[in-house]
């Protein structure tokens, strides 16, 4: 019989040991077709969360998962991160935490999500450009 992870409960005592001393949670996550996240906030695989009582809404950090709600750009998103793919929590003012290792069947592979391959010295594809015109504002009851 195998026994049960630790990390889901080292995460936990972190998270706790944050909040009570007035820092700001923040998870490192290695990002996979599992984990839920925003994409365009990724960068190289890798994304990181701030998880304070006060960045976050309905926080469930299980065994397996951590999901919770989160603004972005002040549109609410719903965030799911497999625990398996966090590979750090640590207080933003004093870098104060921990790290883990994420296995390398673990390791993001290029799914529907990741972009194309590109040789190192192509710039990045251009961002499509805003509709010409005057921006609209429409009301919505």
Same mark, same amino acid.
């Given at each position: 019989?195998?026994?049960?992870? &630790? ?6 005592? =972190?998270? +706790? ?10 998870? $490192? *996550? &290695? ?5 839920? *996240?925003?994409?365009?906030? *990724? ?7 701030? =998880?304070?009582? &006060? $960045? &976050? ?20 998103? +719903?965030?799911?991160?497999?625990? +398996?793919?966090?590979?750090? =929590? ?10 883990? /290792?994420? +296995?390398?069947?673990? =390791?993001? /592979?290029?799914? $529907? /999500? ?8 192509? !710039? !990045?594809?251009? !961002? ?6 005057? !921006? ?6």
């Amino acid at each position: 019989m195998e026994l049960p992870s &630790t990390k889901p409960y080292l995460l936990r005592a =972190i998270w +706790e040991w944050c909040c009570d001393n007035g820092f700001t949670p923040h998870l $490192a *996550v &290695t990002v996979d077709g599992r984990t839920r *996240v925003p994409r365009e906030f *990724v960068r190289d695989g890798q994304i990181v969360l701030n =998880i304070g009582p &006060t $960045a &976050t809404n309905k926080l469930q950090m299980g065994n397996e998962l951590i999901e919770f709600q989160a603004r972005f750009g002040g549109v609410a998103r +719903e965030l799911s991160i497999p625990i +398996e793919q966090i590979s750090a =929590i640590y207080a933003r003012e004093n870098g104060a935490g921990m790290a883990f /290792d994420i +296995e390398e069947s673990q =390791i993001p /592979d290029a799914g $529907a /999500d990741a972009e194309p391959a590109r040789p190192d010295d192509e !710039p !990045p594809p251009e !961002p499509p450009r805003p509709e010409a015109g005057r !921006p609209k504002l429409q009301r919505i009851k």
